[in-house]
């Protein structure tokens, strides 16, 4: 599935922009860029000699190369790494086939406050550091050497409430067309009408004259599949005046693919663009054929049929990448969360590179879209000192309506958000409305929400931690009982691999407990917490640091995994929720040493917790069942540990090698199967079984001794293109090939043939280790070793290596690129 995911992903992102006559050309400039850490004065200017610079590819984030450190000005909003100015150089030369042409300089991303000149000429400035950009550069460049200067400032810290990284982090290109052409975000298409028999597509194509007359042009309009076959076509002439113009088409596209996440189907608007009898431009927009709708009876509809979002929210970075996530590396966070059984993401809180929402149509994710955190700055509105909120005033309408246009072709996203946890103040009433009213005016055929929001203006209303108190979602529907909401961020449990705690805890926003006190505080009222059973009297586990938080499902602000799950199966107006969140973040942490908060149901490293098995109980129709704890608890022998199933089955059997230990119902109010097992050494097995016939099974035994390392590599080859990356699983385990669940051996890495690493990352919140190292500890038995591909063919032999185990040996084939 893997693959075959991917291939549809590069075709989509592609969006066969390569015309045969090549017309347009889209040019990638991620290569040979030259970098300086620190500010340089005047440092655009001609007679600035970078040749000393350091030279990179991007994306780069040269936040994640650290040091950690406690006294960064971000602190632990920033997971305590640096920010600070970057400046990037790039040597463009002179392309005979560009005379006359428009060359237009494309970012997907700059973290942030960036300014770009060209040849020592400011082409422009713009502080949002997550919104793609770009600049006509056609009246700076000369012929022979060109010289493109970036100048990235994240010195004013915090900039945000999490881990933001710094620097040119996301891909950039050159665009070059003819004088007469369809510009970025240039086209609107639409699906007014569609069901399985026809489905109208309406396009509408902004088409910008640069030249100084009158253009007679014939412009084409046909649709294509994924595997390239035409199913509509129209034409029709016009005289576009200089400047821009806009033509509108529709065609009827016979028994098409409706998409959804479990048939993510992309269709092709091919707009070209021929004058006297040649082709000027051919531009390609990605859409999808489908509907929405929404009401309280049946909830979300898609296609006209229910759809509950079972959603994330997620943060952009990736450690050890930092934000500087590549083709490969984001596809494997979405195939996990895929294999969760997850079919929507909230982007939080800001929007995502292009690459992410190309894999979310192709691979079947519904998507809130998102554009910022922070307003303007006025009693604390803006939620770090110089987060968006310190622009606000002067970009919002430039950004939202740039943000709109990027993204309101795209059929994974389904609804605009309009900001996160933003309080219905009097002085920001006007500035919502406003926000409303642009959406809809760019794209009518989406609703709004907002976090934390239930105002009439919006069509969705938002719930973030004010629908996790017991009777939040009845008085909403009582008040305003025509009114769907859904779970923006709902909601906040925390999580550690491999730890436990059998004792409930409501943590009051995440604030750690003074050493030797109790780790159970109140989020709020006691009476509006949902009541989560301890599942012993005495806590079985008092030996983990209580900075890490309890891999049951039960440590939380108000409301269980479970519980919240239940608010949504039970209610069709609450269409369904986003938890808070999908992986583990830097940055937002609690205090130091803590490089993130711990909300994740999947670690920094890419690992699921036991809580990513109760939302595929919840979430997959794949028969499944997971137990935990582990089973390798020496020196608790005959101590009684909780042993808990998740199962989408309706019954589960427990057994202690080979012996039942009873086979017990699942209770839909409960969501959980446990069982009391007096500790001793042996194999855990669970069987799960519906209407009788078995359906899953998994089991877990215990460990001894660590004996050895083990390396599991994600791909057996690589392509020599600088971007492929590998990543790899390193484990401690036993003589007989079990995985030690409480090793921390440290791991030395020692690799041959050609690569550029990227990092290491355990998924220890409480580890400073450097990111960009080839040594450090496993956590809970793991950790994971991420290596980029560079230009050079070979063989690639990695070494894992621990003082007195065994060492383990993985090769990877380097291949040629094919040009």
Partial sequence: MGKKILA??????LGMQVSAVAQREVRNLDFDWYFHKGDVENGFADGVDFSGWRKLDVPHDFSIEGPYGKDW??????GFLPGGIGWYKKVLDWDPSWEGKRLYLEFDGVFMNSTVWVNGVEAGSRPNGYLTFGYDITPYMKSGRNIVSVRVDNSK??????????GIYRPVNLIVTEPIFVPQSG??????????????????????????????????????????????????????????????????????????????????????????????????????????????????????????????????????AGTAVGTDVLHRRLKILKEMGCNAIRTTHHPFSTEFYAMCDTMGFMVMDE?????????????AKYDYGYYFLDWWERDLRDFIRRDRNYPCVVMWSMGNEVWNWESHQYLQLKINETYHQLDPTRPTTQAWALGNYL??????????????????????????????????????????????????FDTPPAAGKSDVTSAGDPDVLFPIPDLTREEVFPEFDLRYASGYDNHTRKIS???????????????????????????????CPARTNNYGVIDLAGFPKDSYYLYRSFWSDEPMVHILPHWTWPGKEGVEIPVVAYTNGDEAELFLDGRSLGRRKMDPEVLQIVWLVPYKAGTLKAVAYKEGRKVAETSVATASKPAAVRLSPDRKTMTANRRDVVHVEAEIVDARGRMVPYADNRIEFEITGPYRLIGMENGDILDWNPQQSLSGKAFMGKTLLMLQATGEAGVLTIKGKSGGLRTATATLRVEKQIE
């Fill in 8 to 13: 549809l992903f590069v075709t989509a992102l």
């Fill in 73 to 78: 000005p971000g602190g632990g909003r920033m």
């Fill in 157 to 166: 810290q915090p900039a945000a409430r999490w881990y933001t990284g710094s």
């Fill in 187 to 320: 086209t609107y298409v639409t699906t007014p009408q569609a069901d399985e028999k026809a489905a109208t597509v309406r396009a509408e194509v902004e088409i910008r004259n640069m030249s100084a007359e009158t253009a007679g042009v014939t412009v084409v309009s046909a649709v294509k599949d994924a595997a390239g076959r035409e199913v509509a076509r129209r034409s029709q002439r016009a005289e576009l005046k200089p400047g821009e113009n806009t033509l509108t088409e529709e065609l009827v596209v016979a028994e098409p693919k409706l998409w959804s996440p479990d048939t993510p189907e992309v269709y092709y608007l091919c707009t070209t663009i021929e004058k006297e009898g040649r082709e000027v431009d051919d531009y390609v927009t990605r859409f999808g054929i489908r509907t929405i709708g929404y009401n309280v009876a049946e909830g979300f509809l898609l296609n006209g049929e229910p759809t509950v979002l079972k959603g994330v929210c997620i943060h952009q970075d990736a450690s050890p």
């Fill in 371 to 383: 554009p910022w955190d922070g307003w303007f700055q006025w009693k604390g509105s803006n939620k």
């Fill in 459 to 508: 069509d969705i209303a938002g719930f973030n931690a004010n629908g996790e108190g017991i009777g939040d979602l009845a008085r909403f529907h009582r008040q305003q009982p025509e009114k769907v909401a859904v779970g923006t961020e709902i909601p906040h449990t925390r999580q550690t691999r491999g730890v436990y705690r059998t004792k409930t805890s409501y943590n009051g």
């Fill in 561 to 591: 995994c479970r519980d919240e799950w239940k608010q949504v199966r039970d209610n069709k107006f609450f269409i369904g929720d986003f938890r808070w969140t999908g992986f583990d973040y830097l940055g937002e942490s609690w205090g």
